[in-house]
């Protein structure tokens, strides 16, 4: 996605060869335009998957999982990394383990709303080695729902988790895939092949 | 808001005498085209107010203030309630205590997104003891940015903060006042005027 990745190009901040900040439009302000046009791409990209909700992570997922589910007309559930007061243990739980913050935190959705007739479409900010991906994968089956894909903004493709997946036949849309992050510079998948 | 005012009729749990859980459409399943319309109530609210910037803290604020964000084309920023490894120290600090959840939080936001020529938006899902809205006030105070006013989806009149705010003269726009949660029944403050 060109807008994606030129906002990428001018905003993103390379702390280190693992590390890309996109606290500027995506992780911690939002640009709503962008993620409007997101959005449009996810719907667009899973039009015939027949998703009937999105899931996502608080809180970075939820800007492009929300507006992914205005174009779809589909209900957006974010997963709760803390169970609340005001949520009861009726609860999918998973483990997350967490790249950038270095913590594993319990996920939990409410089974009131996931059920086996759902399928579901996986939303999400960033994908490195996977594990949100997976913990969030791990509750849909719990829910004995079926999977309608893996959705991400922004994939580091020198990380494992994006093939993990789609050797495990799931179907995984980035928009944009970053195959390095060597001499600060952000380098994407597609400009490597056509190099 | 009557869209509103009907789904907390239809969807909301009274829990207890001060607690309702909206958890099926705001606060951890969302409905995109409700939360489009409050987007467009809270923009049309505060059109004259020359917005520059919406800020609101994670998770539930996010969904409406990034609605609301995508009506006024500005940028919204989600006060983080824990430090990220991926975010510098160059940071506006505040603490926040919830009252759903019982905990104290350092809520943060980047100097880099909020400067002195800001006119601010703080929207927040709830109001009840205005600690939230307290501590994104104060990080607007540090920015040096002007206070553009306080959008709300659900106040809770019968608990002190909506009153402590507009005693101090800032705008309170809430699009549905609970007076009461007694009885497992929704009593709203319109009704009760009526009446």
């Known amino acids: 996605m060109e807008l994606l990745k030129n906002k990428i190009r001018e905003e993103g901040l390379v702390l ?4 890309l900040k996109v606290d500027s439009f995506l992780n911690h302000q939002v640009d709503p335009d962008l993620m409007k046009e997101i959005g449009k791409e996810f719907a667009e990209k899973f039009a015939a998957e027949k998703v009937t909700k999105i899931l996502t ?52 959705v409410s089974k009131s ?23 969030l994968i791990h509750i849909i089956e719990q829910a004995g729902a079926a999977l309608a894909g893996v ?6 493709s020198f990380q494992p988790g994006g093939k993990e997946l789609r050797d495990r036949g799931i179907r995984v849309e980035s928009l944009a895939r970053i195959q390095a992050l060597e001499n600060g510079k952000v380098q994407f998948l597609e400009e490597a092949f056509q190099a």
Do not use: C, W
């Open 151 to 156: 959705g991400i903004v922004i994939e580091k």
């Open 113 to 135: 709303f996931i059920n086996k007739e759902d399928r579901v479409l996986i939303i999400d900010d960033f994908l490195a080695n996977g594990q949100a991906a997976e913990g």
């Open 57 to 108: 992570l608080e809180s970075s997922g939820i800007s492009p999982a929300l507006m992914t589910a205005l174009e779809l007309h589909v209900s957006v559930i974010f997963a709760r990394k803390r169970k609340s007061l005001t949520l009861n243990d009726n609860v999918y739980v998973a483990n997350v383990r967490s790249f950038t913050k270095g913590e594993t935190n319990e996920v939990t």
């Open 16 to 19: 280190s060869d693992a590390v």
